[in-house]
């Protein structure tokens, strides 16, 4: 069989609203609603460059099923970038941008296949070789059935490949739509894999690849690191893959020891270090950054508290392509609370404890999760955050309910 070369892409949530940020400075404000697009046409230019055969895009290409037409036409305009390159581009929609929503709908180009709502195989040749592609979109947001047990293998010559949006049964990070095991997709007999639906990349099995690129640009705190898609070459059995960066906005978190910090001034000295090697990175980063081991002052916590600290880090910012945002200072102390001991203390500090120690975040925000409109602002949660919110805010509320009594 002759080689063949193609992306694979997944998640791209174009016109992500990025959520859970305030008081930007205007240009990265911009530089954030717009990266999600810039990322997508740094992949576009990848394919062309690379001369590959084909694209895949695994699904949630948009953020949500009412789609803008900003995203449509973006969409559009790189798929006809690809045509006029001769590169063809297969589709599946995901939960966030099922089929099930209403939008204004803008025709895509001929060289784009987008897969229905039942599993499907589409094939075209590369000259003597027969490329086969499998896959389906979300008919609706919530699809929880063993979808992969409705890909039928054709019995003949050439490459099979797999397009599946879905979750690897035991991840917990995303919400468990078309869940599979590793055998399921082993079963299948096919040569890749190319999934979507988990936006930490991860390559799950070797023979046959098995992967999930990732999103191709981090959209929140939680979205760290760098993003992007991956290049696949196929010679028979044989997988050459390439991970390849698109983001055009890094979301970072570094955490500083600052156990030997003697005072407020080698706390300063050490952050605005630490924000200058980052800077000469060369990239756009939004940054969280976790101060560990630190010994405060009554008056430099209250500066600290106050918001001081983190002007006075994010006043260092320039207008220029590169730049490093403190969106998030954090003092992370480890203190250790005998909860049993508290309990006893007070019936109100057992009825706060019995409280924090419940399912509550999700039953909380459940009516928000059901809102037409606020649905679209809050993306899932999943249990370990969950648990990181809860522990976060019990520590929090146990430090000012003790200082207020030693006060």
Known sequence: MEPIKFIHAADLHLDSPMVGLKDLPDFIFERLKESTFRSFIKLIDVAIS??????ILAGDLYDASDRSIKAQNILR???????KARIRAFIVHGNHDHLGGEWIKLTMPENVFIFGEIPEVTRFKKNDTIIHLYGFSYKERHVDERMVQLYQKEEAAGYHIGILHGNLEGLTEHGNYAPFTISDLIEKQFDYWALGHIHKRAEINTVPPIIYPGNIQGRHKKETGIKGCYLIELQEHICEKRFIETNDVVWDEVVLDCSSFNSFEVLLSNCIKLLESKRREGKAIILKLELQHLSMSEIEEKAFRSGELIEFLQETERIQQSFVWVNELKVKKQLVWDEESLRSQ???????????????VLKALSPLYRHKQASRWIDEISQTDQKEIVADAKQLLLELLVEGVNE
């Open 50 to 55: 690379e001369k590959v055969d084909f694209v």
């Open 77 to 83: 305009e790189q798929m006809l970038r690809l045509h």
């Open 346 to 360: 007070s019936p109100f500090y057992k009825e706060m404890l019995d409280i924090a120690n419940e399912e509550i």
